[in-house]
């Protein structure tokens, strides 16, 4: 079990959708200046950031910018 407490402050951290995928995870890319591909809702280029899980957890003590609306 991953452990999902703060190293810092010890609160649990919460899921955040993520900044750079916007939450799909990664975007396709083809390559190609108009796409031909079957399936084009097929993610060819996961996200870095997230890991093409969408989210990721942060503190909310330790990060309450993050969680702004």
Not at 3 to 16: V, W
């Amino acid at each position: 079990m991953v452990n999902l407490n703060c190293t810092i402050c010890e609160t649990e951290k919460q899921p955040i959708t993520c900044w750079s995928c916007g939450g799909e995870g990664g975007y396709h890319d083809c390559m190609a200046d108009c796409c031909v591909c079957l399936d084009p809702d097929e993610l060819t280029n996961i996200c870095d950031i997230c890991d093409g899980d969408g989210e990721y957890f942060l503190c909310p003590s330790c990060h309450p910018e993050s969680f702004d609306d």
